[in-house]
């Protein structure tokens, strides 16, 4: 089984300033880890992926995570935000066989500030 | 290119009234389909899932069922809608990207 829990269901950082969003995640075998995000009324766009290789992953818009296995974490991470950043964003897992189910968090809203 | 199609976009349907949903995938064959269910401030929740024709597995009991007639066309459909059933559907694929989303459908009941 797997699980993803997700810290915050809502966070808010000022324009410029750093984003953090944590992701925790369960799994019994070597998992693959995503990061999506929505937009209001829109379907997911994927940002970053782990799957294996280096656990620093680059994203689209600037994002990035980090996987570390001794933590079970795949937080992620801005720099600088940006208005349109503005989202609700999703951490999810998937198993690197079987059926490739995608067990996502509860997602966490991210209001920025001017 | 590969491409998903899910509609309609938005839909108001009174509670006991019918319930089909759409989804199609261009690009690609036999694809593992997907459906989940964004309910407010709970996460996405899978539905169902296929990995070919007429190959559907429930992963929560509900209202609703699942129909995947052809390879690339995955239906979500329900006899009786309840009040419970509104929120945002989403469709998906497995993509070598990783899932692939449609552009949700907006279900609410009344």
């Known amino acids: 089984a797997q699980s993803v829990t997700q810290l915050g269901s809502h966070v808010s950082v000022s324009e410029g300033a750093l984003v953090l969003l944590r992701c925790n995640y369960s799994?019994?075998?070597?998992?693959?880890l995503f990061w999506y995000v929505q937009y209001p009324n829109q379907g997911l766009q994927l940002l970053l992926k782990?799957?294996?290789?280096?656990?620093l992953v680059k994203g689209i818009n600037g994002f990035e995570a980090e996987f570390k296995k001794s933590e079970t974490s795949f937080h992620l991470t801005k720099p600088s935000a940006h208005m349109s950043d503005a989202a609700e964003y999703f951490c999810?897992?998937?198993?690197?066989?079987?059926?490739?189910?995608?067990?996502f968090g509860t997602g966490t809203r991210l209001t920025i500030i001017p | 290119s590969q491409t998903i199609h899910q509609w309609p976009a938005t839909l108001v349907q009174p509670v006991g009234s019918p319930l089909s949903l759409e989804c199609t995938v261009e690009g690609t064959s036999n694809p593992n389909l997907y459906w989940y269910r964004q309910a407010a401030g709970r996460g996405l929740q899978l539905l169902f899932y296929s990995v070919g024709i007429g190959q559907i597995s429930s992963e929560v009991p509900q209202n609703l069922s699942a129909s995947r007639p052809q390879d690339r066309q995955f239906i979500l459909s329900s006899k009786k809608l309840l009040l419970s059933d509104s929120g945002f559907y989403l469709c998906?694929?497995?993509?070598?990207?990783?899932?692939?989303f449609g552009s949700g459908t907006r279900l609410t009941v009344v």
């Open positions: 998906a694929w497995n993509s070598a990207e990783g899932y692939t």
């Open positions: 799994s019994s075998v070597p998992p693959y």
């Open positions: 782990y799957t294996t290789g280096a656990t």
């Open positions: 999810a897992v998937r198993s690197n066989f079987g059926n490739e189910k995608l067990t």
